[in-house]
């Protein structure tokens, strides 16, 4: 086997080591969660995703049951918890765990390829699908295995026996007998499914596999299989999935390398990684509003990683990274969160370097401008090194993006860091999210966008695209053009450019130039919108934005959108606001500006 202190990650019997470890959070989670029953994972919850579409019965309950057991992991490694001892933190974990390796499935039902081929609502244990619910399981499994194994033997003798006949069954076993499974990305689409599922693999090979020859031999797999993920990563770090996915895509690339590194393995070097890293920041408007572009939510959340991001940018000497791994978990108040995983929060937590790193103020990581060319992406802002002013990100791409969303030519503003011209984001998922009726559901639509509409909507498809990106970078000004023509069903021509203008009164233009009359104009709104002849204003968390037009040749109809989705409203609150300019004649052209 590996070394037991693995990727820096001791076991529970270094008591001095997690004596220092600060998990003062973690332990008062882990109380409170044990005063509350155990989530329950039903039948009938997992079979919803067949019977009316809704997959986050199950979803959500098994999410909490793993996050309790993580949970009740850590605490019991941070407490040192010893049998014959009263040890509340262990036996939790030990429900947990036996719980989920009771479980019929893993998996979630959207995935289950296998159960939808049979026509049938339930899952077979005999014919388990490798999915990212069962990468989840098999991933805690072998970390619990390794933090919390000699005590488990002393508590539960036979526990971990269990948890490698389960890992083994609906893991490697299908992982190595069959070889063609769609997240491989053999047809050149690998995805974040790639280095999500292969993570777990390594974890469980690494851990939990005894055969030194068979070790190997899952390694290499594992390695020829990433191979497929980085060969379609684009040299400009980009990631058209968007900032939410870099965690569960990029980021576990980066710690299957650190993987096989701790396992002895010799690790492939990958020029890529030096953009991969900058990926997150660059996306970054201020605090913790991102460039939403496809399934992202507006606001991303605090329980990530951040301290692999930091170890990567310190590893490749990039302190911009560096900087905004560890204000972000600073803004965060937590070194690590349970939630994302329970072998990210034990390396956090044994890390003794990160406490300190958090505690300290970092460089500014803002640049002026941030283009990257492959995804087509540009963010720029009024100042260099500061959220404060504007900032405007525009996207050109195609509709035939990961996760995409109908967005080509779409643009986002933002006022001293707050996002107020948006893009609502990711609902809810449900069956339909990733079939042909993915489109139905509006955030996803165009005319939720802050695109044109020459009379039609976009369409969906690669070929749904910009063409002629042109793209012009100075002091004063920065630039995106592109003709739009491609995304929308008959449309021959169609110029857009979004302008970010420098300078004692800083603005942005957005110009349409085109030959189509009428045409709307499309603009999503968050925050108190205020209606005025030529002129609109949308204000929130005290900074606000006015945009103008020409109201000679424009009529303007502003609707209210009320949100009931509960990703959304978290995002946005209790509404959006839709600003539809509808240009009769005469120039497509809207400035906005911040109202200071």
Same mark, same amino acid.
């Given at each position: 086997?590996v070394?037991?202190?693995?990727?820096g990650?001791p076991?529970?019997?270094?008591?001095?080591g997690? *004596?220092a470890?600060d998990?003062a959070?973690? %332990?008062?989670d882990a109380?409170?969660?044990?005063?509350?029953p155990?989530p329950v994972?039903?039948?009938?919850a997992?079979a919803?995703?067949f019977?009316?579409?809704?997959?986050?019965d199950?979803?959500?309950?098994?999410?909490?049951l793993?996050?309790?057991?993580?949970?009740?992991?850590?605490a019991?490694?941070?407490?040192g918890e010893?049998p014959?001892?009263?040890?509340?933190?262990?036996d939790? !974990?030990?429900d947990?765990?036996?719980t989920?390796?009771e479980?019929t +499935?893993?998996?979630?039902?959207?995935h289950d390829? #296998?159960?939808?081929?049979?026509g049938?609502?339930l899952?077979?244990?005999? &014919?388990?699908?490798?999915?990212?619910?069962?990468?989840e399981v098999?991933?805690l499994?072998?970390?619990s295995?390794?933090?919390?194994?000699?005590?488990? &033997?002393?508590?539960?003798?036979? %526990?971990?026996k269990?948890?490698?006949? $389960?890992?083994e069954?609906?893991v490697?076993?299908?992982? $190595?007998?069959i070889?063609?499974?769609h997240?491989l990305?053999?047809?050149?689409?690998?995805h974040?499914?790639?280095?999500w599922? /292969?993570?777990a693999?390594? +974890?469980a090979a690494l851990?939990?596999?005894?055969?030194?020859?068979?070790?190997?031999?899952?390694?290499r797999l594992?390695v020829?299989?990433?191979g /497929?993920?980085?060969?379609?990563?684009?040299?400009?770090?980009g990631i058209?999935e968007?900032?939410?996915?870099?965690?569960h895509g990029?980021c @576990?690339?980066?710690?299957?390398?650190?993987?096989?590194?701790?396992?002895?393995?010799e690790v492939?070097e990958l020029?890529?990684?030096a953009?991969l890293?900058?990926?997150?920041?660059?996306? /970054?408007?201020g605090? &913790?509003?991102?460039?939403?572009a496809?399934?992202?939510?507006?606001r991303?959340?605090?329980?990530?990683?951040? #301290?692999?991001l930091h170890? =990567?940018?310190?590893?490749?000497?990039?302190?911009?990274?560096?900087a905004?791994?560890?204000a972000?978990?600073?803004?965060g108040?937590?070194?690590?969160?349970?939630?994302a995983?329970?072998?990210?929060?034990l390396?956090?937590?044994?890390?003794?370097? =990160?406490?300190?790193v958090v505690?300290?103020?970092?460089?500014?990581w803002l640049?002026?401008e941030?283009w990257?060319?492959?995804?087509?992406v540009?963010?720029a802002?009024e100042t260099?090194?500061?959220?404060r002013?504007?900032?405007?990100?525009?996207?050109?791409? /195609?509709?035939g993006?990961?996760h995409? #969303?109908?967005d080509?030519g779409?643009?986002?503003?933002a006022?001293?860091?707050?996002p107020?011209?948006?893009?609502a984001?990711?609902p809810?998922y449900? *069956?339909?999210?990733?079939g042909?009726?993915?489109?139905?559901?509006?955030p996803?639509?165009s005319?939720?966008h802050?695109?044109p509409?020459?009379?039609?909507p976009?369409?969906?498809?690669e070929?749904a695209?910009?063409?002629?990106?042109?793209v012009e970078?100075?002091?004063a000004?920065?630039?995106?053009? *592109?003709?739009?023509? !491609?995304a929308?069903?008959?449309?021959?021509?169609?110029?857009?450019s979004?302008r970010?203008?420098?300078?004692?009164?800083a #603005?942005?233009?957005?110009?349409d130039?085109?030959?189509?009359?009428?045409? @709307?104009?499309?603009?999503?709104?968050?925050?108190a919108?205020e209606? *005025?002849?030529?002129?609109?204003?949308v204000?929130?968390?005290?900074?606000r934005?006015r945009l103008?037009?020409?109201?000679r040749h424009?009529?303007?109809e502003l609707?209210? @959108?009320e949100?009931?989705?509960p990703l959304l409203?978290a995002?946005?609150g209790?509404?959006?606001s839709r600003? +539809?300019?509808l240009?009769?004649?005469?120039?497509? @052209?809207v400035?906005?500006e911040?109202?200071?």
């Open positions: 086997m070394s037991s202190v693995l990727f990650v076991d529970v019997r270094d008591r001095a997690w *004596a470890a998990g959070a973690v %332990l008062a109380r409170a969660l044990l005063a509350r155990a994972l039903t039948a009938t997992w919803r995703t019977r009316d579409g809704v997959r986050t199950y979803e959500d309950a098994a999410r909490e793993r996050e309790r057991v993580t949970t009740l992991v850590l019991a490694v941070l407490t010893t014959p001892d009263e040890v509340p933190f262990l939790g !974990a030990i947990g765990l036996v989920l390796a479980a +499935t893993w998996c979630w039902a959207p390829r #296998h159960a939808a081929a049979r049938e609502v899952a077979d244990p005999d &014919d388990p699908f490798l999915d990212l619910g069962a990468a098999a991933s499994f072998a970390w295995d390794h933090a919390l194994g000699p005590h488990l &033997d002393r508590r539960a003798p036979g %526990l971990r269990r948890l490698r006949r $389960e890992v069954l609906r490697l076993t299908p992982f $190595e007998r070889r063609d499974w997240w990305g053999l047809d050149g689409d690998a974040n499914w790639n280095p599922i /292969h993570s693999v390594l +974890t851990l939990l596999v005894a055969d030194e020859e068979r070790r190997r031999r899952l390694v594992v020829d299989g990433l /497929h993920y980085v060969a379609v990563l684009p040299d400009d770090g058209d968007g900032v939410a996915y870099w965690w990029a @576990r690339l980066l710690e299957c390398l650190d993987l096989l590194a701790g396992g002895g393995f492939p020029p890529v990684l953009e890293i900058r990926f997150p920041h660059r996306m /970054h408007l605090g &913790d509003a991102f460039v939403n496809g399934d992202a939510p507006a991303l959340s605090p329980a990530q990683p951040w #301290h692999v170890r =990567w940018g310190e590893r490749l000497g990039d302190a911009a990274v560096c905004f791994a560890a972000r978990a600073r803004a108040g937590r070194l690590v969160w349970p939630s995983g329970l072998g990210r929060a390396s956090g937590l044994a890390d003794p370097g =990160w406490r300190a505690a300290e103020a970092g460089e500014p640049a002026r941030e990257l060319p492959r995804v087509q540009l963010v802002r260099a090194g500061t959220a002013g504007l900032t405007v990100a525009v996207k050109a791409g /195609h509709n993006e990961r995409n #969303h109908l080509v779409s643009f986002w503003v006022a001293d860091g707050v107020l011209v948006i893009d984001g990711q809810t449900t *069956a339909a999210s990733f042909p009726d993915r489109y139905q559901a509006w996803l639509r005319e939720w802050n695109v509409e020459p009379g039609v976009q369409e969906a498809g070929a695209g910009a063409r002629d990106v042109r970078l100075g002091a000004e920065a630039v995106l053009t *592109a003709d739009l023509a !491609a929308y069903p008959g449309v021959p021509r169609w110029i857009r979004v970010l203008v420098r300078g004692p009164s #603005h942005v233009v957005v110009e130039d085109d030959s189509v009359r009428p045409v @709307r104009l499309r603009h999503l709104l968050a925050g919108v209606l *005025a002849d030529g002129e609109a204003s204000s929130r968390n005290g900074v934005v103008c037009w020409d109201p424009t009529t303007a609707e209210r @959108r949100l009931t989705d409203r995002s946005w209790g509404y959006l600003l +539809t300019l240009v009769r004649e005469g120039p497509a @052209r400035r906005l911040q109202v200071r």
